[in-house]
């Protein structure tokens, strides 16, 4: 803790320098953060140190090779950088920073030549690449217009649904209202023949000339009627015989008889009904 105390002050001296340093609240969380804070100044401060020595250090290499040249320039052509004409200035200012742009170790053939050669792999490869791009975007534009067609088909869609489901509603609430309406009537039909029958009661009313008493009389007439025919029928033989008094006699005292049996018949279901 002391250490780290010391170490703390020492790094906020060197800081503040000549002004005072301001006063702290000396507890041990405190003292942590301001120890990091130190460390990291530090080395940072020593990174910073090692690549100013070191952008230096590249400086007077750079110095020492333009002295160089210079004097090679001087000795071998009779060259120096006051004795270039404007032009000459220019095009040698405009090689140093093309080879700057490019980030050519030098000046030289060799260097710019890997140099260039980079620079346009480089940009065949962007080419490529914005190709590529180009043909997704004119994919995506594709997919977005057949999603705008389908967006527009579902909005048509929805539209008519809603108008028929309102539609539908109204017939519905129509239906509804027609329901209520039957419900009613039946129930009051219902009460009505309720009344009628009590009403029947109360007066003792002969069941046999209830309706259905009567249509099935009438269903009975019916059958009876339907046996009388075959009886018809096998009488009209007789119609076409010669004279014979006697035998027609007996013919027709039979079929009076079973004429009679039949009415007897009849009457008797009537009397009984």
């Known amino acids: 803790m002391c250490e780290k105390i010391k170490k703390v002050n020492s790094w906020l001296g060197a800081v503040f320098g000549d002004q005072p340093v301001p006063q702290f609240e000396v507890s041990t969380r405190t003292v942590d953060i301001l120890y990091q804070l130190a460390q990291s100044s530090e080395a940072r401060c020593s990174d910073t140190a090692h690549l100013i020595g070191d952008l230096k250090q590249k400086t007077s290499e750079y110095q020492a090779d333009a002295a160089h040249l210079q004097e090679v320039l001087l000795q071998g052509v009779g060259l120096s950088c006051t004795g270039l004409s404007r032009p000459a200035a220019d095009y040698v200012s405009a090689l140093v920073d093309n080879a700057m742009v490019l980030g050519a170790r030098d000046t030289s053939l060799g260097s710019f030549m890997p140099a260039v050669n980079s620079l346009t792999s480089e940009r065949l490869e962007a080419e490529k690449s914005n190709r590529q791009l180009e043909r997704e975007l004119r994919a995506l534009r594709k997919r977005l217009g057949a999603t705008l067609v389908l967006r527009g088909t579902l909005q048509e869609d929805v539209e008519k649904t809603a108008k028929s489901q309102t539609v539908e509603s109204a017939k519905a609430e129509e239906r509804m209202l027609n329901m209520d309406f039957v419900t009613a009537k039946a129930r009051e039909l219902s009460n009505s023949r309720e009344?009628?029958?009590?009403?029947?009661?109360?007066?003792?009313?002969?069941?046999s000339v209830t309706h259905q008493a009567i249509v099935q009389l009438s269903e009975e007439v019916g059958a009876l009627k339907s046996e009388i025919i075959p009886l018809k029928k096998k009488l009209e033989p007789y119609m076409d015989l010669s004279p014979n008094p006697s035998l027609a006699q007996v013919k027709i005292e039979e079929a009076k008889r079973e004429l009679a049996a039949l009415d007897s018949k009849l009457e008797k279901n009537m009397d009984f009904k």
């Open 195 to 207: 009344r009628s029958e009590a009403q029947l009661v109360s007066r003792k009313m002969d069941k």
